[in-house]
């Protein structure tokens, strides 16, 4: 009789890379069930102006997409304050109707030069199941 054992050797080998392989692929790396990829950014111009860019994409069409709201913060030693916040009210363009993605350019003019600042962007999606958010900090600029 002979010996099957490398043919069984060579099909739990086979088992085991399949396996191995499976959760490096299941799972897709997304923001929310909603927000499909997000990012912020703040940099200074050259007039000393801040300009914050933040950009949304959504897994599908949303009834609203863009930002509740952008921060300008302001590093006091201790922590952070905030100088200004643009919101829905004051910024109609935050946001955006019936579209899978959005962006838009902020500007602003710093209260203190030398100062380190960051902006805190809140992305916001929403659509007929629900709402999407996501908090996003920029990296520091010092003016």
């Known amino acids: ?13 086979l088992c085991m890379v399949m396996l191995c392989g499976i959760p490096a ?28 860019f933040f950009s949304v994409r959504a897994t599908g069409a ?37 579209r899978d993605q959005y962006g838009t350019v902020l500007t602003y003019s710093p209260r203190y030069t030398g100062a380190s600042y960051r902006a805190v962007v809140m992305i916001y999606v929403k659509d007929a199941t629900g709402i999407s958010t996501q908090q996003l900090i920029s990296k520091i600029v010092t003016t």
Do not use: C
């Not at 002979?2 to 099909?11: E, T």
């Not at 949303?62 to 921060?71: R, Y």
């Open 1 to 13: 009789m002979k010996k099957k054992w490398p043919i069984h050797i060579l099909s739990m080998l």
């Open 25 to 52: 692929h299941a799972a897709e790396a997304r923001a929310s069930d909603r927000i499909y990829y997000s990012t912020a950014t703040l940099s200074k111009a050259s007039n000393g102006d801040l300009s914050v």
């Open 62 to 98: 949303m009834e609203k997409i863009g930002a509740s709201s952008v921060a300008i913060q302001r590093s006091s030693g201790s922590g952070w304050v905030t100088e200004y916040t643009f919101n829905t009210s004051n910024t109609p363009t935050l946001q955006r109707e019936n």
